[in-house]
């Protein structure tokens, strides 16, 4: 077991990665966005005001890695223009018994104002959409659901990419 750990820290450091405690948790630094759910051995990926993107394994992990400024802008000026959106919650009192595919799917992100700038509360904006979600979030107004989506799969694809 030591080995393994061992092995397991020499290969997060050789390939850029850095065991940290859990963004929510310890880290001070605000976080904009963070989708969640399970894929792939992922619970959680949380972009940090800071340009770092922690990433939370479903074995306890947390992975660090620092976003390029054009990825990083991208995100913030998504999270900037949704925090204007409405957002529709519903909850469904019957659910399908459907097991989907396991994804990513819940996009939460940080308030905005112009004048304070991001806030520490998290907002759910968008959830998955399917028969088997009793919960439901999600922009009232198309353009913005279109933007929470193209949000939530930057940052999967950025997470993804680091497993």
Same mark, same amino acid.
Request: one cysteine or more; aromatic letters at 6%; glycine letters at 6%.
């Given at each position: 077991?030591?080995?393994?750990?061992?092995?397991?820290?020499? #290969?997060?450091?050789?390939? +850029?990665?850095?065991?940290?405690?859990?963004?929510?948790?310890?880290? *001070?630094? &605000?976080?904009?966005?963070?989708?969640?759910?399970?894929?792939? +051995?992922? =619970?959680? $990926?949380?972009?940090? =005001?800071?340009?770092?993107?922690?990433?939370?394994?479903? !074995?306890?992990?947390?992975?660090?890695?620092?976003?390029?400024?054009? $990825?990083?802008?991208?995100?913030?000026?998504?999270?900037?223009?949704?925090?204007?959106?409405?957002?529709?919650?519903?909850?469904?009192?019957?659910? %399908?018994?459907?097991? *989907?595919?396991?994804? #990513?799917?819940?996009?939460?992100?940080?308030?905005?104002?112009?004048?304070?700038?991001?806030?520490?509360?998290?907002?759910?904006?968008?959830?998955?959409?399917? %028969?088997?979600?009793?919960? &439901?979030? !999600? *922009?009232?107004?198309?353009?913005?659901? =279109?933007?929470?989506?193209?949000?939530?799969?930057?940052?999967?694809?950025?997470?993804?990419?680091?497993?």
């Amino acid at each position: 077991m030591t080995k393994f750990l061992a092995l397991a820290l020499v #290969l997060a450091t050789f390939t +850029g990665f850095q065991t940290t405690a859990e963004a929510r948790s310890i880290d *001070p630094t &605000k976080v904009i966005a963070s989708v969640s759910g399970i894929e792939n +051995g992922i =619970e959680q $990926a949380v972009v940090l =005001e800071d340009g770092r993107m922690q990433i939370k394994t479903n !074995e306890g992990w947390v992975l660090a890695k620092t976003l390029s400024g054009a $990825a990083l802008n991208a995100i913030v000026e998504n999270v900037k223009s949704l925090s204007q959106a409405e957002i529709v919650r519903s909850t469904s009192m019957v659910v %399908c018994m459907m097991i *989907p595919e396991q994804r #990513l799917s819940d996009l939460y992100i940080a308030e905005y104002d112009i004048e304070k700038g991001f806030g520490k509360k998290q907002q759910h904006v968008l959830s998955a959409s399917g %028969c088997w979600v009793a919960n &439901k979030a !999600e *922009p009232k107004e198309g353009v913005y659901k =279109e933007l929470a989506k193209e949000l939530r799969a930057q940052i999967r694809i950025l997470a993804l990419d680091e497993i």
